[in-house]
T-cell receptor, first 112, second 115 residues
């Protein structure tokens, strides 16, 4: 069955440090891939998306993600984290049809 | 409208009561999705509409849950005989069309608490 996993439930990093959030999917073909962020009390906001072409995609707020077909992964990265990046991050995948399947999320805490 | 609007933002009800949650999508968006998010979890798919019809309702947990979108714009999620386990944030999202390249735009959710 198709699934999306985010192995890290909670990550804590210091402000200014680099960040990588992991996302893996299980599917027989290349799906369409998204990263969303949810700040406390707010709706989900799109950070970036991948459909085809260049496997390194740039998003808003200085985030980027790299699609690796061989690893069925779409990891999110940021070179220098800001305190305002503390939030919940969700990887989402569109398999067949148009149903978005979300991972369980990774909560990011940022230390001053 | 400028964004996806959901009402009410908070709803407290008693077990066994009937609840309606409303979603007003971004103008011109033909696809509309409902998700449910429990504390500490990712959004769980419930149903999506393309126009007026439900294109996929495989996520509705049981027949107490029903959703409509009669004119292809506003949608209402209806929950009958609510149970404590229905307590969650119900998220609505819209999309310009159903092609795979379009992203979802989310509302801020309706928090349902069943006492």
């Amino acid at each position: 069955a198709q699934s999306v996993t985010q192995p890290d439930i909670h990550i804590t990093v210091s402000e200014g440090a680099s960040l990588e959030l992991r996302c893996n999917y299980s599917y027989g073909a290349t799906p369409y891939l998204f990263w969303y962020v949810q700040s406390p009390g707010q709706g989900l906001q799109l950070l970036l998306k991948y459909f085809s072409g260049d496997t390194l995609v740039q998003g808003i707020k200085g985030f980027e993600a790299e699609f690796k077909r061989s690893q069925s992964s779409f990891n999110l990265r940021k070179p220098s984290v800001h305190w305002s990046d503390a939030a919940e991050y969700f990887c989402a995948v569109v398999f067949y049809g148009q149903n978005f399947v979300f991972g369980p999320g990774t909560r990011l805490s940022v230390l001053p | 409208g400028a964004g996806v609007s959901q009402t009410p933002s908070n709803k407290v009800t008693e077990k066994g009561k009937y609840v309606e949650l409303r979603c007003d999508p971004i103008s011109g968006h033909t696809a509309l999705y409902w998700y449910r998010q429990s504390l500490g979890q990712g959004p769980e798919f419930l149903i999506y509409f393309q126009g007026t019809g439900a294109a996929d309702d495989s996520g509705l947990p049981n027949d107490r849950f029903f959703a409509v979108r009669p004119e292809g714009s506003v949608s209402t999620l209806k929950i009958q005989r609510t149970e404590r386990g229905d307590s969650a944030v119900y998220l609505c999202a819209s999309r310009y069309d159903s092609s795979n390249t379009g992203e979802l735009f989310f509302g801020e959710g309706s928090r349902l608490t069943v006492l």
